[in-house]
């Protein structure tokens, strides 16, 4: 129990610019104090003390807005950072060196019985507003972005976002590192994916356009030079159609006799 309580104060260290010293670190961090009641309680819990471990749990809640079941089993060097709104469910089950932010949820999905709260790995970060639900497993050194909804297992070093959550990285960075700014958005990524193929569309129906027009012109061009070449040839018609009727005339017309006849 000691070596978790001191590994508890370590992770606020190493993981919290904000930390400025031992006595700030007892006195002023909910997440903290969260994590030492429910030892308290978790210890009752395994002793079957009825009532009792809820009742402080409950009083915990109160006091730093950070629900943990009891039951919940957290290992050393866990890190709540602010915490308030964070739930944590009985059967869940969190590694070493994990960081959960406000909002965090570790629950179920339905009313089943026996192991019903997801198993969290080592070396874990759970950002803001992240819910992760059921009986799943998220492995070591993974990441789930913020307001993301999990409900399917999680490999090692992979890193989920959206809703649901869908892997989009694997193999990467630790997640130690809690640069949530680079974590990829799918939602964003794929407006603008979308935003993509509308410009490349506008662009077709631009020039589908322009040729069209241009086509068009082509083609009133073409129908005026017909028209030219109908009068044209309608002309030709009149003058040849004259011109046999003058051939007519002279063949019919008698014969004008000779002056010496």
Same mark, same amino acid.
Not at 224 to 244: F, Q, Y
């Given at each position: 129990?000691?070596? &978790?309580?001191?590994? !508890?104060?370590?992770?606020?260290?190493?993981?919290? =610019?904000?930390?400025?010293?031992?006595?700030?670190?007892?006195? @002023?961090?909910?997440?903290?104090?969260?994590?030492?009641? #429910?030892?308290?309680?978790?210890?009752?819990?395994?002793?079957?003390?009825?009532?009792?471990?809820?009742?402080?749990? #409950?009083?915990?809640?109160?006091?730093? *807005?950070?629900?943990?079941?009891?039951? $919940?089993?957290?290992?050393?060097?866990?890190?709540?950072? #602010?915490?308030?709104?964070? +739930?944590?469910?009985?059967?869940?089950?969190? *590694?070493?060196?994990?960081?959960?932010?406000?909002?965090?949820?570790?629950?179920? %999905?339905?009313?089943?019985?026996? &192991?019903?709260? /997801? %198993?969290?790995?080592?070396?874990?970060?759970?950002? $803001?507003?992240?819910?992760?639900?059921?009986?799943?497993?998220?492995?070591?050194?993974?990441?789930?972005?913020?307001? $993301?909804?999990?409900?399917? !297992?999680? /490999? =090692?070093?992979?890193? +989920?976002?959206?809703?649901?959550?869908?892997?989009?990285?694997?193999?990467?960075?630790?997640?130690? !590192?809690?640069?949530?700014?680079?974590?990829? !958005?799918?939602?964003?990524?794929?407006?603008?994916?979308?935003?993509?193929?509308?410009?490349?569309?506008?662009?077709?129906?631009?020039?589908?356009?322009?040729?069209?027009?241009?086509?068009?012109?082509?083609?009133?061009?073409?129908?005026?030079?017909?028209?030219? @070449?109908?009068?044209?040839?309608?002309?030709?018609?009149?003058?040849? &159609?004259? @011109?046999?009727?003058?051939?007519?005339?002279?063949?019919?017309? /008698? =014969?004008?006799?000779?002056?010496?006849?």
């Amino acid at each position: 129990m000691i070596e &978790k309580l001191k590994a !508890d104060i370590q992770a606020v260290r190493d993981r919290d =610019p904000a930390a400025r010293g031992l006595l700030e670190i007892l006195l @002023a961090y909910p997440g903290l104090h969260s994590l030492w009641i #429910h030892r308290i309680t978790h210890v009752l819990w395994n002793m079957r003390v009825p009532l009792l471990p809820r009742l402080i749990s #409950h009083l915990n809640r109160f006091l730093t *807005g950070i629900e943990i079941h009891p039951g $919940a089993r957290i290992a050393g060097g866990v890190f709540i950072d #602010h915490g308030m709104g964070v +739930v944590i469910g009985e059967t869940a089950e969190i *590694g070493e060196n994990v960081t959960l932010y406000q909002g965090v949820t570790l629950g179920g %999905t339905g009313k089943e019985k026996g &192991k019903r709260h /997801p %198993t969290i790995g080592r070396n874990v970060v759970i950002a $803001a507003g992240a819910k992760v639900l059921g009986p799943i497993r998220v492995g070591d050194n993974a990441r789930v972005g913020a307001g $993301a909804v999990v409900i399917r !297992d999680v /490999p =090692p070093d992979c890193t +989920v976002v959206g809703i649901p959550g869908k892997v989009v990285a694997r193999g990467g960075r630790r997640v130690i !590192d809690l640069h949530h700014e680079d974590i990829p !958005d799918p939602v964003q990524e794929a407006l603008e994916s979308l935003e993509g193929r509308l410009n490349r569309l506008e662009r077709y129906l631009i020039e589908t356009q322009e040729e069209l027009e241009r086509t068009r012109d082509e083609l009133e061009r073409t129908e005026a030079e017909l028209r030219r @070449a109908e009068e044209e040839l309608a002309h030709t018609e009149i003058e040849l &159609k004259r @011109a046999e009727e003058e051939l007519a005339r002279l063949e019919m017309a /008698p =014969p004008v006799p000779d002056e010496e006849g």
